[in-house]
């Protein structure tokens, strides 16, 4: 299966056009999707139920008088309104107009307290304001009549690029969307406000989704798991890698033992952590298959890594904020390995971003930062920080930085330099506890010392990270997650055998 793409609003419309002009009218496409969603609230209604249909003034609101039309056949009670005058409709939303023979109420008068199923077809992907006046009283009654909702596209009222919410937006129980899902469907608070989203076919061709986009991707094994290291019988723990893990002090020392051991439940052959003098006791009576090196400051790791076998390293858990463990980072990527960055080593660089810039030209590094540390490693760098898209902010830290930038949330975007960039999705509450992102560097460290290129590596580490703590669930710690890899790898690699 190839992995999932994600159009954004802008792709989608080439592809459209695209589709169109190889020959099939876009009245056909409209009838299609209209088709589609009729289709999807039929699996949601009881014959002869009421169903009221909100059209708006655009092309989505074609797709709504499609809907309404296909429904009023089946034999349900269907209303329809539409925000604007039916007369000003223009493209194939105006052709569309004549499939309904019915009346044509004013949107917000609708009686949405009586349907049995709202019909959401307002706005789609071209929403460019927030949402006011009748639009914005049309979504309020929507919402407040407590009745389930399909979306056609997306909610209305959700910007279709970055998921946020303008002015207000419909919350749908269920949304069909066409050809592709959009990032508003996976980034937040978009995603919430979806419910269970249907890509229905309408005859776009893959081929042309790629050409319009095809760097945009949904995380998850069909992006990865082909890659994913597979080891064989003659395989020994020297072709598995050596991930090495530097500590903080002697009170600062649990964060990167979580790293380590995630580390070595991935699959790293080996693993060793480096310890500064004053830790070393506190260290040697914690490890066990981890193994333990002495590491004073940069001149110490760099000592280290003249032993070449050791090809991954993780520093930041715990390190320290200071400039001693910059002088760390640029110690490890002089050494070009891989590299992964998190925490201290990130926030020692506030507002020193530049100095980082293109300095894993040679390494390839995986920095993953939360919302918090993002910005005070970019501080003053408004071209970075301010674009309203996600996925826009990590891209542009990826290619300022020459390095894959995991921005963790609950809609964790990994970006690449090379423009590829995915959104994770199956992410869970429970792993907001501490220690949960320290794993996280171990798993794709683990991975890199195995061979993974940096994008894949981060994206399946984010991915197998994510589904570990899914099954474990409430009471999910730190100490848990590394211990409930083997089951995830375990399901991956039976799946990509068959």
């Keep these: 299966m190839p992995p999932e793409l994600v159009l954004r609003p802008q792709e989608m419309k080439q592809a459209d056009a695209a589709t169109i002009a190889a020959g099939i009218p876009g009245i056909e496409l409209m009838r299609r999707a209209g088709g589609a969603v009729a289709k999807a609230a039929a699996k949601m209604l009881t014959k002869e139920a009421k169903v009221v249909v909100a059209a708006g003034p655009g092309q989505n609101g074609g797709d709504g008088f499609v809907v309404a039309a296909l429904l009023a056949q089946e034999g349900h009670r269907v209303s329809l309104g539409l925000l604007g005058n039916v007369e000003r409709l223009s493209g194939d939303a105006a052709l569309a107009t004549k499939d309904w023979k019915g009346p044509v109420e004013a949107a917000e008068d609708l009686a949405f307290a009586e349907a049995d199923l709202i019909v959401d077809a307002l706005f789609g992907t071209g929403l460019a304001r927030d949402l006011d006046g009748a639009a914005r009283a049309t979504v309020e009654h929507m919402n407040a009549s407590g009745r389930p909702i399909l979306a056609v596209d997306l909610p209305s009222g959700i910007d279709g690029d970055t998921g946020q919410v303008r002015g207000v937006a419909v919350k749908a129980a269920r949304t069909v969307t066409f050809a592709a899902r959009k990032p508003c469907h996976l980034l937040m608070p978009g995603r919430a406000f979806s419910g269970v989203v249907e890509v229905a076919d309408i005859g776009i061709a893959r081929e042309t989704l790629v050409a319009s986009g095809g760097k945009l991707f949904a995380n998850a094994p069909s992006l990865w798991l082909d890659k994913l290291p597979r080891p064989e019988l003659s395989s020994h723990k020297y072709d598995r890698g050596h991930t090495l893990v530097v500590s903080g002090g002697a009170t600062r020392t649990g964060a990167t033992r979580l790293a380590a051991r995630a580390a070595l439940r991935i699959g790293s052959g080996l693993v060793t952590v480096a310890s500064p003098p004053e830790a070393l006791g506190v260290n040697a009576a914690q490890l066990t298959a981890v193994m333990l090196r002495g590491c004073d400051g940069p001149e110490g790791l760099h000592h280290i890594l003249q032993d070449v076998r050791l090809n991954a390293l993780v520093l930041g858990p715990a390190l320290g904020v200071h400039s001693g463990t910059r002088a760390m980072v640029a110690v490890a990527a002089h050494a070009r390995r891989s590299l992964v960055l998190d925490a201290d080593a990130l926030t020692s660089f506030e507002g020193l971003a530049s100095e980082l810039r293109q300095a894993f030209h040679y390494a390839p590094t995986v920095l993953t930062p939360h919302d918090g540390e993002f910005k005070r490693l970019f501080k003053g760098h408004p071209d970075i920080l301010d674009p309203e898209s996600k996925i826009e902010r990590a891209h542009r830290a990826a290619v300022y930085t020459g390095a894959v930038v995991v921005l963790k949330g609950p809609d964790t975007v990994i970006a690449a330099p090379d423009g590829r960039a995915a959104i ?75």
Excluded at 427 to 453: E, F, K, R, W
Excluded at 456 to 471: D, Q, T
């Design 424 to 498: 994770n999705e199956n992410g869970t509450p429970y792993l907001g506890t501490a220690g949960s992102g320290d794993t996280l560097c171990g798993v794709i460290a683990g991975l890199m010392a195995q061979g993974l290129p940096a994008f894949e590596a981060a994206c399946a580490g984010v991915w197998i990270h994510a589904e570990a703590g899914a099954s474990f669930g409430p009471g999910l710690i730190a100490e848990d997650l590394a211990e409930l890899v083997p089951g995830v790898l375990r399901k991956l690699l039976q799946r990509a055998s068959r």
